[in-house]
Each structure stands twice: as C-alpha cells, then as structure tokens.
C-alpha cells in the first residue's frame, strides 16, 4: 500500500540521549516535511526538503536536524532530547514543494522525553 | 504575522444535526486552503484544497467554501463516523518556501 511510514510509533526517551525517527515514502514525491503537533498548538513544520540532497529550516528546527540522502527517506534526529521536545511527531510528503500539492502525512511517532 | 484560527475549539453534535466549523485566516498573500481531517492516534488525512474567494468543494457530507477572510466546512447530517478533529491550514510563500500555516483545529463528536 501506497504511503508513508514511521518509526518508532512511539519512543520514551531520557533527556540528553540521540535519537532518530525514520521516515520512509514510495509515493516517489519530491518534497518531505517533519512537523511536531502539541496539545492546543497546531502542527509546525521543523524541517522540509524540496528535493533528495537539498533540505531548509521551518518554523521551529532549533535542536533537530535532517538529511535527505534519497527519495525515499527522511531522517529527523534530535541530537540532545529535551523535555520539550516531548511530542507527536509527523512525517509528510508532497509531489513538489508548490502551492498546487496537498501533504499526505504519516501516522505518527509519540515521544516522551524524560 | 500570519495566523490561523479555527473555531469553535470544540462540538458536539447529534445525528443528523448540521453545522459548520470555521477557519479565520490573516496572511500576507493566500495560496491555498487546505482542510483534514484527524482521527484519534492518526496522522492528518487531506480533504480539500481551495485556492479562491468563491470557490466550494464537496465530498459526501462535507462542503467547503472560502472568502477572502475565512473559510468554512459544513457538515450536513453528519453520523458518528464523521467524528474527528478537522484541521485547516493555509499557504503562503515566506522564508523562501511554500509554507503551511495549520490551525489547532476543532474537535467534533457526533453522537447518536
């Protein structure tokens, strides 16, 4: 079936440890996003990429990176958690970073930072 | 600043029982409207786009229009599959990419 995956759905972490959440698409899009979505806030985007080897900042990417290495796949790592960054967070695709294309998302990871 | 706001937070509705849900938007240049839906535990699923003043779209018990201000889902005789959390977002172009604003969304149980 068509779509995005992540991984892990969830993840209890203590603070000051790595971690990375996968994020994999074979819908062949271009662009990919990561947003983190907190109660009573709406989803803000971390990191994008418009296309494989090229990635930006969004609204909040203090303390996440990415990379984007192939189409397919789209890392976020934190490289110090946190406890703020205590989350949901969502992988999501695009044909193109354009107007023109909705953003299909994945289901999810729930992290807890300790 | 650019800012989106959904309205009302929270509703509750019996079966049968239309309603609308509303999205209030303030952007420096509008360049789509995009509605999802949330289920519990699940990522957003995308249901409409639109890109100008006047313009509807409609999907089985949803219709969606948009003004130069606000944009509005109607939900006609909705069931208790139609519980969700519907979130609007809109696009503009700052920073140097397309940008998608999201609201925090309004949470609808249909009850029957």
């Known amino acids: 079936i068509a779509g995005i995956t992540q991984a892990p759905t969830s993840q209890i972490l203590a603070a000051g440890r790595r971690m990375t959440l996968r994020c994999t698409q074979d819908m062949r899009h271009n662009a990919m996003y990561w947003y983190r979505q907190d109660l009573g806030l709406g989803l803000r985007l971390i990191h994008y990429s418009n296309t494989a080897g090229t990635t930006g900042k969004g609204e909040v990417p203090d303390g996440y990176s990415v990379s984007r290495a192939n189409t397919d796949d789209f890392p976020l790592t934190l490289a110090s958690a946190v406890p703020s960054q205590t989350s949901v967070y969502f992988c999501a695709s695009s044909e193109w970073q354009s107007s023109y294309n909705e953003q299909f998302f994945g289901p999810g990871t729930r992290l807890t930072v300790l | ?112």
Request: glycine share 8%; hydrophobic share 30%.
């Open chain 2, 1 to 112: 600043e650019d800012q989106v706001t959904q309205s009302p937070e929270a509703l509750r509705l019996q079966e049968g029982e239309s309603s609308s849900l509303n999205c209030s938007y303030t952007v420096s240049g509008l360049r789509g409207l995009f509605w999802y839906r949330q289920d519990p535990g699940k990522g957003p699923e995308f249901l409409f786009t639109l890109y100008s003043a006047g313009e509807e779209k409609e999907k089985e018990r949803l219709k969606a229009t948009l003004t130069k201000k606000e944009s509005f889902l109607h939900i006609t005789a909705p069931k208790p599959e139609d519980s969700a959390t519907y979130l609007c977002a809109v696009q503009t172009f700052s920073g140097g990419y397309n940008k998608l604003i999201f609201g925090a969304g309004t949470r609808l149980a249909v009850h029957p």
